[in-house]
């Protein structure tokens, strides 16, 4: 598979490709799945409908990777808390996490519950192609804290950031309770067959540089950690969003790390040399010109010819882009990058 390959720092035919957020509301067909189905918990708790419109990207774009369908918040879901989508709002949990008692009644067998997630994980695998790879993924034991101690997402998270400085040892239990799951809910994907696991880490940025590494980072290099450890052959692609100048002190056992549109790739390269593979990180909202595409893709393609690179953008496709600019994105990265 080129695109693990890649992940492994190995020579490869083209620079591999895929998209976050690639299955989607830009794509008519995950459109046309949606609408039948009704909401979009339901299809994430469906095995034949996350099989569907994983491929989906696959099949249209020809990407290097699949991502599994799913979302970072049917973890804590599954733990106890109640999981609604609102129009204009995006994810409410109405139930939060506001003391010692309420992290003590989650339930630590939640892993067990995502039954419908590895029974998708096993259809894509035996729908997919050999040479496309599949990723696995969850989201970071803080970012799902977010959700879980607001209830929503935030523009000051206040509420969890008032937990860091006044209450660090409450939350340090959460986010320990949310790293051991989150092990046994990655491993669960490998053995159903996911071929790399990636963490997700959107509010990472919203932490100060010392308490990032104390409340975030950390977690998740424990997370990698420990997948090495009983899969090293798992490639493991870790994700922070928005914290481009902390990466001076990133560091741990894994294989990828992505890199957010508002981060220079080229200062992203000084820092991880070939240390790890960089993914990444064309600003999303080029995509509505092909033109603006092409300009970037030249650029990010020049920084990192030589060096060990994965295509992608640097934070999710938005819904309106036209598929067409999609398609000329992917052609272009494998085309440019071709030897
Ligand atoms: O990348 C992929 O295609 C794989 C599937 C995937 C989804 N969510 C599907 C989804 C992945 C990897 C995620 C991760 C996720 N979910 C993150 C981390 C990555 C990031 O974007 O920063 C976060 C913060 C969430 C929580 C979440 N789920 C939000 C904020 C939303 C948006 C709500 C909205 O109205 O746009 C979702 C919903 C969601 N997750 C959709 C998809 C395809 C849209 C569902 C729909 O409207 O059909």
Known sequence: ?????ACFGKE??????WMMRQAGRYLPEYMEVRRKVGNFLDMTRNPEVVAEVTIQPIDILDVDAAILFSDILNLPMEMGLPLRFEKGVGPIFDKTIDTEEDIEALDSSADEKLEYVYKGVKLIRERLSEEKALIGFAGSPW??????VEGRGSKQYAKIKKMVYSNPMMLHR???FNTKVTIEYLSKQIEAGANAVMVFDSWGGALEKEKFFEFSWNYMKEIAKNIKEKYPHIPVILFSKGVGLYMDEMDGEFDVIGIDWATPIDYAL??????????????????YSKS????????IAGVMKGHRHIFNLGHGILPDVPVENAKYFVNLCKKITRK
């Open 1 to 5: 598979m080129i695109f693990v390959d």
């Open 12 to 17: 490869t035919e083209y620079t591999p490709v």
């Open 143 to 148: 970012t799902i804290a977010t959700y879980m």
């Open 174 to 176: 959460l986010l320990a």
């Open 270 to 287: 000084r820092i991880f040399k070939d240390n790890y593979t960089l993914q990444g990180n064309m600003e999303p909202t080029r995509l």
């Open 292 to 299: 603006a595409t092409k300009e970037a893709v030249e650029k």
